[in-house]
Every structure is written in C-alpha cells, then in structure tokens.
C-alpha cells in the first residue's frame, strides 16, 4: 500500500480582494477590514495573516504544523516559494485560506487564514 499525501488547506481566491472585508468562518470576528479602514485583528480561528512581503501572524497551530516554531519572521527560508505558495501548503484540510489579490498593475497579495483549533485550548500550552 502507497503512502498518502497530507491534504492541503482549501483556498479560495479574490480578485480586486483590496476591498473585501472578512470575517472569521467559525466565529463571525471581522478580521480582515475594506482596504484603508482599520489593521487585522486576528480571533482565536485566525492560522496565519500574511502579504507578499511578510507574515504578520502566525498562530501556535500555524508554527507547529510548519515546523517553524521559535523562527522569527524574519529568518524564515521559503527557498525558491513565494509567502503564497508556501502557505499554499498547510497540511490540513480543516484550514481555509482566502487569497486576496490587488488589481494590475500590482498584482500584490494579501493572504488571511483560518482553522477551527488555530490556537490550542484553554490550560493547554
């Protein structure tokens, strides 16, 4: 018998995303604002908050399932990957990742995802 391959995170994708507003799919939390509104503010479901040009946030579970736990940001090796297509591979396919991406000519994306035990539970470390 073959091995199978973790199952990836779903992913769903925003064109003209700058505008968009979101909101946690488990517990309703705005987390993501319209462009130019207000920052992230992350909830107990957020895995990671990202853009192209670095990760935000990132959450316990995030870190773990990563193998980057203790790695600052700004060491992190993605080699020849962009932050995208890294996160691309969370491997579980509880997490759900909305790529927001800007209109030409910038094409720059910002990445925001969620996962029902992002953070571990209470009394848990």
Do not use: N
């Not at 957020?46 to 193998?67: K, N």
């Amino acid at each position: 018998m073959g091995t199978r391959e973790p199952k990836k995170a779903q992913r769903i994708e925003y064109c003209d995303g700058e505008v968009q507003e979101l909101h946690c799919p488990f517990c309703g939390q705005l987390v993501k604002p319209a462009e130019g509104e207000m920052e992230f503010t992350p909830c107990a479901h957020t895995l990671f908050i990202a853009h192209d040009e670095g990760i935000e946030y990132r959450s316990p579970l995030f870190d773990l399932r990563m193998d980057i736990e203790g790695v600052d940001p700004d060491d992190l090796d993605l080699g020849e990957e962009s932050i995208d297509s890294w996160t691309d591979t969370f491997p579980d396919a509880l997490a759900i990742k909305f790529a927001f991406y800007a209109p030409s000519p910038s094409f720059m994306g910002t990445y925001v995802a969620f996962h029902p035990y992002a953070q571990p539970p209470a009394g848990v470390e």
